[in-house]
């Protein structure tokens, strides 16, 4: 992990980056003549990134463009981050500071947290992965606007994602339910929250029949582990509730994928799971005063003799029977038990996050999650919003009550999908059918997994919706909206 400081001083023989203003004079760095002409000479053939090669040392000077709309200046500064993250890796740094010198902690920041997201690395399945590992340890800060507080925040947040990616990215042979949940039970007692994991026994007194159906297949048992995160000075009694879709594989079961590639990915089906226990091990570090539940329902979805089949009836654990006409939907059916089980908090929201469907990735792609459901307009407006800062953007789907009428069974309460449109919403309105508290939902399945690289965010799991999460609830923490 990055060692992340903030310094009160620097010297200009180190490797930095200055992020400065482009419409104001560059400030003064004893650049040379030829090192002034040059910055000068790129900024005005709108190069936003200036590269000094002093051959002890290399400044890259970051410009930023007031003009532009703030959350667009932060977007391409966190590219930026990552840019000079994969040129010093290249040349071998070690440390980087980052000089605050234009005075606006939001950008320095994002540039910061660009870097810092972009040094991740998964290789501990290579023969040489100490040959490949990133020579970048260490990122000061010089500001006088970023405070101790922002950086321990960001720090915790990085961490999260990267808790997240390193969840995604195991492959199911080595990370089966069990494992997970026992992976997210530790980083509670590393950083903080309460965790209790539910065994297959507990998961039958609690007549989870969905989880149970799916697990079916499965050589290894289910597992449902709780998160708690409840400070002494919370600022809500009613928790929040977040369930995050631990699928930690997903053949399709009987409704097999079909083959080309649409399995090759498949371990990334708990990345709703994986993101729901990264904002809770933020939200310990940082103590935000929030009251926090976690849910995380969790199985492989696979054949084999005993696998659920379609037309089965099966009953979730409030009761209702559910047709499974599909077997590939399962997800539905493992948070409708959650969901549930989230009902006995009496919760003042629910937010499910989870790799809900194909509809929603090629609907809007990987550029966003797809949103959906009937919170009131206060949060819903609080989490676009938050997705904007962040660049964790949230496209709010339609969500009218028409919808719904789509998995009306023949012969059970409701069936497990819909019509052949609207694939992502009619399975947003499955699960609001579980519960009578204000809902959201969120499908992650264009942006948990990306098979080619995007800046930042990398290739492979890219720990989507920690930052999201974690904003929004920092922000309820700050101010509580309803
Ligand atoms: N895990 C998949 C959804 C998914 C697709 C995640 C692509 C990540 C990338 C989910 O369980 C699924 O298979 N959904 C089906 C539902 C359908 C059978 C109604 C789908 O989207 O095809
Ligand atoms: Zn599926
Ligand atoms: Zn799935």
């Known amino acids: 992990m990055l060692n992340i400081k903030k310094i009160a001083s620097y010297s200009m023989d180190e490797n930095m980056v200055i992020v400065t203003d482009k419409n104001k004079q560059i400030p003064d760095f004893n650049f040379t003549k030829p090192e002034t002409d040059f910055i000068h000479k790129e900024i005005e053939r709108n190069e936003s990134l200036v590269i000094l090669n002093r051959f002890t040392n290399w400044i890259f000077i970051q410009t930023t463009d007031y003009s532009k709309d703030i959350n667009v200046q932060k977007e391409l500064l966190r590219k930026s ?21 234009v005075k606006d902690g939001r950008l320095t920041l994002s540039l910061f947290e660009g870097l810092a997201l972009g040094n991740y690395q998964f290789i501990k399945y290579f023969k040489n992965a100490a040959e490949k590992k990133t020579s970048l340890t260490e990122i000061s800060l010089f500001s006088d606007d970023i405070t101790g507080a922002d950086i321990q925040i960001l720090s915790a947040l990085i961490e999260g994602v990267y808790f997240a990616r390193d969840l995604v990215n195991e492959p199911a042979s080595l990370l089966n339910s069990v494992k997970f949940s026992q992976e997210i039970a530790e980083m509670g007692k590393k950083s903080g929250f309460k965790t209790e ?40 009694k009613k928790p929040y509730i977040l369930v995050g879709k631990g699928i930690v594989y997903d053949t399709g079961g009987l409704s097999l994928k079909p083959t ?16 729901v226990a990264a904002v809770f091990m933020a939200l310990a570090r940082t ?28 009953t979730i654990s409030d009761g209702t029977t559910v047709e499974v006409l599909n077997t590939d939907a399962e997800g539905r059916l493992i948070l409708a038990d959650a969901i549930c089980y989230a009902n006995r908090f009496e919760p003042e929201l629910i937010i499910d996050i989870a790799t809900l469907t194909g509809a929603a990735h090629r609907a809007i792609g990987t550029q966003g999650m797809v949103g959906m459901g009937n919170a009131s307009k206060n949060v819903v407006d609080l989490l676009v919003e938050t997705g904007l800062n962040e660049h964790e953007r949230i496209a709010v789907f339609p969500f009218w009550e028409e919808y719904g009428e789509s998995i009306k069974s023949e012969i059970a309460d409701i069936q497990n999908v819909g019509g052949d449109n609207a694939g992502a919403i009619t399975a947003g309105k499955f699960l609001e059918y579980f519960t009578k508290y204000p809902y959201f939902h969120l499908d992650i399945a264009g942006t948990a997994f990306l098979k080619k690289g995007e800046s930042y965010r990398g290739t492979g799991a890219t720990g989507s919706g920690v930052r999201l999460l974690y904003r929004f609830l920092q922000a309820i923490s700050n101010e509580k909206i309803r």
Not at 206 to 222: E, Q
């Open 260 to 275: 080309h590639d649409s399995m090759d990915y498949m371990k990334c089906d708990m990345a709703g799971g994986a993101t």
């Open 81 to 101: 981050g990552n840019t000079i993250c994969k040129f010093v890796q290249e040349n071998k740094i070690g440390h980087i500071t980052i000089i605050d010198a």
């Open 287 to 314: 103590k935000v005063p929030v009251y926090a539940i976690g849910l995380i329902p969790s199985t492989d979805n696979r054949l084999g003799p005993d696998a659920y089949s379609p037309g089965d009836v099966i």
């Open 197 to 236: 994991i539910f065994d297959k026994q507990k998961i039958k007194d609690l007549k989870m029949g969905g989880l149970l159906a799916v697990n079916k297949g499965s050589a290894d048992p289910p597992t449902f582990t709780v998160l708690e995160w409840k400070p002494q000075n919370a600022v809500n």
